[in-house]
């Protein structure tokens, strides 16, 4: 890598458009997420989920937010303040207000002319977390931790 990666953008949004954001720099952690809240939110078997610092994220689209974005918070992580598309539906990224970050899901992320994700050697995933509740088995090279990557246990 010859440029700083603070220089680095990765820009995002719901599926219709109508709620963009962009992120700057290296992530703090970038992992696919098994957890049941993930697998239930996303309606999927795990997610690519990706944290940046808080002064990293900044909303793109026209303002004002009301007019594009609903935010909610689920019950068990009232400190979460979830945003979704009005239009689409989409849950565009979330904002962890007791650690002042925010989590932008790979999926979502600025795709090439070939559909990939622009960027993936900066945000491509280091690990599969909360992997005791995954609903299939991964068998690629990354760690398989039980919780979050280096502060829980190593399940593979
Ligand atoms: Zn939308
Ligand atoms: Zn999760």
Not at 1 to 19: L, N, Q, Y
């Amino acid at each position: 890598m010859s440029e700083s990666t603070a220089d680095i953008i990765h820009r995002g949004g719901c599926f219709c458009g109508a709620v963009t954001y962009q992120v700057t720099g290296k992530p703090l952690r970038s992992a696919y997420c098994h957890c049941t809240l993930c697998q239930r939110l996303h309606s999927c078997a795990f997610i690519h989920t990706i944290h940046f610092p808080a002064a990293a994220f900044s909303w793109t689209h026209a303002e004002p937010h009301e007019a594009t974005i609903e935010t909610y918070a689920v019950s068990t992580k009232p400190w979460k303040i979830r945003s979704r598309c009005k239009q689409c539906g989409c849950p565009v990224a979330s904002h962890n207000t007791k650690l002042d970050k925010w989590s932008v899901w790979g999926g979502e992320l600025e795709r090439d002319e070939k559909g990939r994700i622009q960027g993936w050697e900066e945000i491509k995933p280091t690990a599969h977390m909360f992997y005791e509740t995954r609903m299939l088995d991964i068998n690629d090279e990354l760690g398989k931790w039980a919780g979050y990557e280096g502060d829980s246990e190593r399940l593979g």
